[in-house]
Nanobody
Framework: QVQLVESGGGLVQAGGSLRLSCAAS????????MGWYRQAPGKQRELVAT???????DYADSVRGRFTISRENAKNTVYLQMNSLKPEDTAIYYC?????????WGQGTQVTVSS
């Protein structure tokens, strides 16, 4: 089993920055992909960014150039640096880890961007 715990959410004004963290614990394999997704009220959960254990990132078009995903494999932790935040970035942000065809999710952290 794998447990994921997110932190770093909060309230910020438009144009501001936040940094999210997600620590994984349990049976973590060397090869995995960690990612961030978000879900706004009334909308489906959508991909924000992913990063492989080798460090290759991928981003949704809506956040590319504003958000940066990174990870520390030794700590099984993934980060999401969010800059130039917009009100439309408001959502619950979830991290996940994919390994050996299993997907595990964190409980989510609220990010609210005021205009």
């Amino acid at each position: 089993q794998v447990q994921l715990v997110e932190s770093g959410g909060g309230l910020v004004q438009a144009g501001g920055s936040l940094r999210l963290s997600c620590a994984a614990s349990g049976s973590i394999f060397a090869l995995n992909t960690m990612g961030w997704y978000r879900q706004a009220p009334g909308k489906q959960r959508e991909l924000v960014a992913t990063i492989t254990s080798g460090g290759s990132p991928d981003y949704a078009d809506s956040v590319r150039g504003r958000f940066t995903i990174s990870r520390e494999n030794a700590k099984n932790t993934v980060y999401l640096q969010m800059n130039s935040l917009k009100p439309e970035d408001t959502a619950i942000y979830y991290c996940n880890i994919i390994q050996t065809y299993h997907i595990y999710w964190g409980q989510g952290t609220q990010v609210t961007v005021s205009s």
